[in-house]
């Protein structure tokens, strides 16, 4: 079975620019979820989709956002970039079935936004 | 709201011993508790998930024990090797079905 992929693994923008990033889950997983990890704060959730919901969300800005397709395949967006949304941005998915014991988290490689 | 701590923030030992991490969390109703191992710049790797209804899980030299009355996780790897070199973190997952992480303990294994 296909792992998590994330694309792209590296970008460049901008200050004030707007970026898409791109996870594909594994096969059968319908939660997706995101994570922001930087040096200072560590690995922050951002928000979590399953079959098309947003069910959570992180304390984070309204410039970050997110959405998931009918495929499962997740998008998240961040507008109007600052020089403090360099970071390396995660995407995990897990099943979520009905014993939430055994839910385990497989996490893409990730991306790496450099904002400049 | 849930809060997870990983003491040491990093360690550095001889290639041959056998460590000790630790991961502590304030709120006791958690489904689980998984330990993940991070590359420089990589992706998180599972390792080992304990159910909240298990004490331990083992995989290879790596042991996981969970005590769920005192807020506490172990990862007890044997036989340390240089390929072990990597984060360490755990997170600890309850009611909001969102795992929280600790900061993780980034180890180094010396030859």
């Known amino acids: 079975k296909a792992g998590v992929t994330q694309t792209p693994r590296y970008l460049i923008k901008t200050r004030g620019q707007q970026v898409t990033l791109s996870c594909s889950p594994i096969s059968g997983h319908r939660s997706v979820s995101w994570y922001q990890q930087t040096p200072g704060q560590g690995l922050q959730f951002l928000f979590e989709y399953f079959s098309e919901t947003q069910r959570n969300k992180g304390n984070f800005p309204g410039r970050f956002s997110g959405r998931q397709f009918s495929n499962s395949r997740s998008e998240m967006n961040v507008s109007t970039l600052e020089l403090g949304d360099s970071a390396l941005y995660l995407c995990?998915?897990?099943?979520?079935?009905?014993?939430?014991?055994?839910?385990?988290?497989?996490f893409g490689p990730g991306t790496r936004l450099t904002v400049l | 709201k849930q809060e997870v701590t990983q003491i040491p923030a990093a360690l550095s030992v001889p290639e041959g011993e056998n460590l000790v991490l630790n991961c502590s969390f304030t709120?006791?109703?958690?489904?689980?508790l998984q330990w993940f191992r991070q590359d420089p710049g990589k992706g998180l790797t599972s390792l080992l998930l304990i159910q909240s209804s298990q004490r331990e899980q083992t995989s290879g030299r790596l042991n996981a024990s969970l005590d769920k009355s005192s807020g506490r996780s172990t990862l007890y790897i044997a036989a340390s090797q240089p390929g072990d070199s990597a984060t360490y973190l755990c997170a600890a997952a309850g009611g909001s079905y969102i795992p929280t992480f600790g900061r993780g303990t980034s180890l180094i294994v010396h030859p």
């Open positions: 709120d006791s109703a958690i489904y689980n």
């Open positions: 995990a998915s897990s099943t979520l079935t009905s014993d939430l014991s055994t839910d385990t988290q497989y």
